[in-house]
């Protein structure tokens, strides 16, 4: 018979629940990814990713309570600091970029990303292709 892997649920204390909470807050604060923080709480106090899904959620809402902002207001806050940083000559264009990047998510203007899987191609077959092949598949995607 087959056994069953899964591992039994942690429960965490009260204390423990609000360490979490603040160490999510500490490390979201760093500018850690969500990926790093979900692999590093997880680890360390033997939870599943989903469970520190929840402590990240709250987290954020206690970060957003605090602001005591209205999400309208941040938006418009957050356009008009990107908008500084574009505008200021001293800046790194990679950060000009960064923020004309974030500015257009803010605004809903990011284009969104595609990405077609070709069940035809292997890589077999595109060994087999010759260089006239290859240059005619290449400029149809290009396309």
Do not use: C, W
Not at 10 to 39: A, C, F, H, N, P
């Amino acid at each position: 018979m087959s056994e069953n892997k899964r591992k039994t649920r942690t429960y965490l204390s009260k204390e423990d629940r609000e360490r979490v909470v603040q160490l999510v807050k500490k490390m979201l604060g760093m500018g850690k990814y969500s990926s790093d923080i979900k692999r590093a709480v997880a680890e360390e106090f033997q939870l599943s990713r989903r469970s520190v899904d929840r402590y990240l959620k709250r987290a954020r809402e206690e970060m957003v309570y605090r602001m005591q902002v209205e999400p309208d207001v941040h938006r418009a806050e957050s356009y008009y600091f990107y908008r500084s940083v574009i505008n200021n000559p001293n800046t790194h264009p990679r950060e000009q970029l960064r923020a004309r990047e974030r500015m257009d998510k803010l605004l809903g203007l990011e284009i969104p990303v595609v990405v077609q899987a070709d069940s035809d191609l292997s890589p077999a077959k595109l060994k087999a292709m010759s260089d006239e092949e290859f240059d005619a598949l290449y400029e149809k995607r290009m396309k």
